[in-house]
């Protein structure tokens, strides 16, 4: 750590890194002006396995979310996994990670932040053991969007529903999926319509299954593309959910890029076609709307 500094702890899964969680994230970052160093310490979103007895699927991979704090002005990131910290008391997790590992002198929670095994604590507790192992504790206020508190669980109702427009109000930018693209059959060029492909993460959240007006970023050139998100049904053979992005006036060779395809408007459900030139007719009406948009 630089001139051993302390560090503006925020703490929180941000999953999604919606704007309710970016207030609790600007006082870490406005804690620079103290001396403090900007820092969040989170969880891998696939280590969480359960909350509240229900499967997490997590909105973003660690490697975007990661890159959205930074966006954020977060200088140093800690991601642990959660089954490390499960059993860890209140106290504990006070006095051995963000007392004694990150030097804490500032830590920041949204007021319904807990931790301690069992969830046990909650930010009451927090403020006194910041008092006795000597770091400030700073309660950030919820924020609302027409009346109803923002929560990552209403941002993944929003996606499962097919209402990315909604979704990107709460998000504070659009949904965004982002990854390595990564071959395919290659179906699509047979189609004249060549496409890349992009997995979501074991656990991750996949919106509604269905074709989507995107765009995708390149070398830092954005362009208008059409994205099915799915199984693809036409095709036979069982497969994963994955991304698949048809870009609009480009050409080139995408293997092994890590690219951003931010999702805009939600065209319609997807199908199983009775030919594949029936999908080939569908994917240029697809394209079609995508540019009237």
Same mark, same amino acid.
Do not use: W
């Given at each position: !750590?630089?001139?051993?500094?302390?560090?503006? /702890?925020?703490?929180?899964?941000?999953?999604?890194?919606?704007?309710?969680?970016?207030?609790?994230?600007?006082?870490?970052?406005?804690?620079?002006?103290?001396?403090?160093?900007?820092?969040?310490?989170?969880?891998?979103?696939?280590?969480?396995?359960?909350?509240?007895?229900? @499967?997490?699927?997590? /909105?973003?991979?660690?490697?975007?979310?990661?890159?959205?704090?930074?966006?954020?002005? /977060?200088?140093?990131?800690?991601?642990?996994?959660?089954?490390?910290?499960?059993? !860890?008391?209140?106290?504990?997790?006070?006095?051995?990670?963000?007392?004694?590992?990150?030097?804490?002198?500032?830590?920041?929670?949204?007021?319904?932040?807990?931790?301690?095994?069992?969830?046990?604590?909650?930010?009451?507790?927090?403020?006194?053991?910041?008092?006795?192992?000597?770091?400030?504790?700073?309660?950030?206020?919820?924020?609302?969007?027409?009346?109803?508190?923002?929560?990552?669980?209403?941002?993944?109702?929003?996606?499962?529903?097919?209402?990315?427009?909604?979704?990107?109000?709460?998000?504070?930018?659009?949904?965004?999926?982002?990854?390595?693209?990564?071959?395919?059959?290659?179906?699509?060029?047979?189609?004249?319509?060549?496409?890349?492909?992009?997995?979501?993460?074991?656990?991750?959240?996949? @919106?509604?299954?269905?074709?989507?007006?995107?765009?995708?970023?390149? $070398?830092? =050139?954005?362009?208008?593309?059409?994205?099915?998100?799915?199984? =693809?049904?036409?095709?036979?053979?069982?497969?994963?959910?994955?991304?698949?992005?048809h870009i609009l $006036?480009?050409?080139?060779?995408?293997?092994?890029?890590?690219?951003?395809?931010?999702? =805009?408007?939600?065209?319609?459900?997807? !199908?199983?076609?009775?030919?594949?030139?029936?999908? =080939?007719?569908? /994917?240029?009406?697809d394209i079609e709307?995508?540019?009237?948009?």
């Open positions: !750590m630089t001139e051993n500094r302390k560090r503006a /702890i925020a703490l929180g899964l941000f999953d999604g890194v919606h704007i309710g969680h970016r207030r609790v994230i600007q006082s870490a970052v406005s804690a620079a002006e103290k001396g403090f160093i900007p820092s969040v310490f989170t969880f891998g979103g696939g280590t969480l396995g359960e909350k509240r007895g229900a @499967p997490v699927e997590y /909105i973003y991979s660690d490697r975007y979310k990661e890159k959205l704090l930074e966006s954020l002005g /977060i200088c140093e990131i800690f991601s642990e996994d959660f089954g490390n910290l499960r059993d !860890m008391s209140g106290d504990e997790f006070a006095e051995k990670i963000l007392a004694d590992r990150l030097s804490a002198g500032y830590v920041v929670c949204g007021r319904d932040f807990r931790f301690g095994k069992g969830a046990s604590c909650g930010v009451n507790e927090l403020a006194e053991l910041g008092r006795r192992y000597s770091f400030e504790v700073c309660i950030s206020e919820d924020v609302s969007f027409e009346g109803e508190k923002i929560s990552s669980k209403s941002i993944r109702e929003l996606l499962k529903d097919g209402k990315p427009e909604r979704s990107s109000e709460l998000l504070g930018g659009d949904y965004t999926v982002f990854g390595e693209v990564v071959y395919g059959k290659q179906i699509g060029r047979t189609l004249d319509f060549p496409t890349i492909n992009q997995h979501f993460g074991e656990g991750q959240l996949v @919106p509604r299954f269905g074709v989507y007006a995107t765009q995708t970023v390149i $070398d830092g =050139k954005a362009y208008y593309s059409v994205t099915n998100i799915g199984v =693809k049904p036409t095709i036979e053979g069982g497969r994963a959910p994955l991304a698949e992005t $006036d480009y050409s080139g060779n995408l293997y092994g890029k890590t690219l951003a395809v931010a999702v =805009k408007k939600f065209l319609r459900q997807e !199908m199983k076609f009775n030919s594949l030139a029936e999908l =080939k007719s569908a /994917i240029s009406a709307r995508c540019r009237n948009i």
